[in-house]
Structures are given as C-alpha cells and as structure tokens.
C-alpha cells in the first residue's frame, strides 16, 4: 500500500526554522517528482514547493522563495523541507505529494507564534 | 503564473442529484489538471488526475472531462459522503497553482 507520512511540523517563534520530513513506503520516491502543499487554517490549498526526480531542479511558490528549500534523499525514500525565516502566515498544515499531485498523507502542523 | 479559477464558489444539493464544477486555467495546460476532495478536519484527497483519470478507489460516479484551459468535476448522483470542498490543481508548469475551492453542502 502506499503510503506518505509527513513529520516535523512544530509550534516556533517567528524567524524560526524548522525541518519537515516526508517518509514514503509502498513505492520508490525515485522515479517520481515530488512536491509540498499547505493548507492554512481555514484556507485553500497552496502549492508550495517541487523536486524534480534526481534533485537537480527545484521550484518554489513566490511566498516562500528564498526562505524554504526543498531536498531529497532516494536512499530513504524521504523528501525534505527547510523552512527559514518563518513567519506567522507559514502557519498550517503541510503535505507531502507524490508524483507532484497524489496527496497521500495526513499533514503535519506548522505554527509560527510567539 | 497560471491562475485557477472555480465555479461555482459553493452548492447546494441534493442526495441523487448531478453536480458539475468549472475550473478554469488562465491559460492552456493540455490535459495537466487534478481535482481532490478534501472533507472538515481531514487531509484533501487526490479523485482525478490528467483531467479524467480515476485514482483507484474513486468511485465511478464521478468524472472529469475538459482541455486547455476549461474543465470539468462532475459526480452523477450525489451521495451523503460526497459533502465536501473540491479544489482543482494545474501541474502543467511551475508553480503548480489550486483554484480556490468549491463547498458542496447539503440542500
């Protein structure tokens, strides 16, 4: 069966950082673009941020370019976000997507208070 | 970037009935649209991918159909799990973009 489960989601101080992990099963991350998404609370669905397959190409919504970074280890099947400078509206539910469209996981939170 | 527009915004309906949601691309992105289910308090779920390709598990009461930049969610006869917000997603370019959602509810 496949399976994303997403971790790391915290509560920290704005201009905090943070490391989100997504650990896939039931398939190889290998062969697959991957992505993030987030969900504020009460809001839409955002697109957030993309890898290509081998790492080599990266891409990023405006609203989090410069502060997040998106990474990828195959031999773990895990797909990384850093998130720097972290502000109040970074606040919400992130996800992981296989395949850059296939939401398969339940979240993890992200608050950013004081 | 490529905006996403839904229509309508929201719905009312009722059991049995047949229910269409537009989403619309600000321009053409071939067949590069999704379309996910998300229910209060639990994670979206992926329904359709490539404008008209069923995840498995999705029930076949509900479809997509559309190209270039006008597309279509429809589910043929509402059932009482099907109350939920609908969001549509273009993954034909960087950033990827969402529209904005539509609120199915109960009539």
């Known amino acids: 069966e496949v399976q994303m489960l997403e971790s790391g989601g915290d509560l920290v101080q704005p201009g905090g950082s943070l490391r989100l992990s997504c650990g896939a099963s039931?398939?190889?991350?290998?062969?697959?673009?991957m992505s993030w998404v987030r969900q504020a609370p009460g809001k839409g669905l955002e697109w957030v941020s993309g890898?290509?397959?081998?790492?080599?190409?990266?891409y990023y919504a405006d609203s989090v370019k410069g502060r997040f970074t998106i990474s990828r280890d195959n031999s773990k099947n895990t797909v990384y976000l850093r998130m720097d400078s972290l502000r109040a509206d970074d606040t919400a539910v992130y996800y992981c997507?296989?395949?850059?469209?296939?939401?398969r996981g339940q979240g993890t939170l992200v608050t950013v208070s004081s | 970037d490529i905006q996403m527009t839904q229509s309508p915004s929201s719905l009312s309906a009722s059991v049995g009935d047949r229910v269409t949601i537009t989403c619309r691309a600000s321009?053409?992105?071939?067949?590069?649209l999704a379309w996910f289910q998300q229910k209060p308090g639990k994670a979206p779920k992926s329904l359709i991918y490539?404008?008209?390709g069923l995840l498995y598990g999705v029930p076949a009461r509900f479809s997509g159909s559309g190209s270039g930049a006008e597309f279509t969610l429809t589910i043929s006869s509402l059932q009482p799990e099907d109350f939920a917000t609908y969001y549509c997603q273009q993954y034909h370019s960087y950033p990827f973009t969402f529209g904005p959602g539509t609120k199915v509810d109960l009539k």
């Open positions: 039931g398939f190889s991350i290998s062969s697959y673009a």
């Open positions: 321009q053409g992105i071939s067949k590069y």
């Open positions: 490539a404008t008209s």
């Open positions: 890898i290509s397959d081998t790492g080599q190409s990266t």
């Open positions: 997507a296989q395949d850059r469209i296939f939401l």
